[in-house]
């Protein structure tokens, strides 16, 4: 699943607006006009092999345009929160290639949403996939700690489409 699935998702499931979207990605501290948050929230194309294309039309998401994004998402919902201190303003970066982009989608999706781990499990089995409290507990840690757990996009996907069900019902 590419970052744009994701953002298509994400947005569909929240119900986000256009609008809202340009608003979150600024919240985030990145700026994307109307026009780019369109042709990023395109659905991508795919060629032969299965690699995506970048047309005039479709503009890909970065990592970093992704975790600004989910960043922005959390003050959207939550606010913004003043830093303690010693403590950066900026929040420690979590995606840091491509394999931890579902863990972050998780965790960030949790923070925002102020979703306790009952919740999540809750819509993880909406969408038809059980997930003990360990699997969860593994995929939300810190990646490098000893239970951390690589999410694969089955369990990202089945998330944004419990999530979909749960707040578009």
Known sequence: MTNNDILVRLRYALDLK??????IFALGGYE???????KILTKTVYDDWGEPIETE????????MLESFLNGLIVFKRGPQQPKPGQ??????????????????LKKVKIALALKSEEMLEIFQ??????????????????GHKNYQ?????????????????YRS
């Open 88 to 105: 950066s303003a900026q929040p420690e970066r979590l995606i840091k290639n491509q394999s931890s982009v579902n863990n972050a989608l």
């Open 32 to 38: 994307v006009t109307m026009d780019d948050a369109l």
């Open 150 to 166: 690589e999410c694969g996009d089955k369990y990202a996907r089945n998330f944004l489409k419990g999530l979909a069900l749960k």
């Open 126 to 143: 909406s969408a038809g996939v059980n997930v003990t409290k360990g699997e969860l507990s593994a995929l939300l840690r810190k990646e």
């Open 57 to 64: 039309d479709h503009m890909k998401c970065t990592n970093a």
């Open 18 to 23: 256009n609008q809202e979207v340009v608003e």
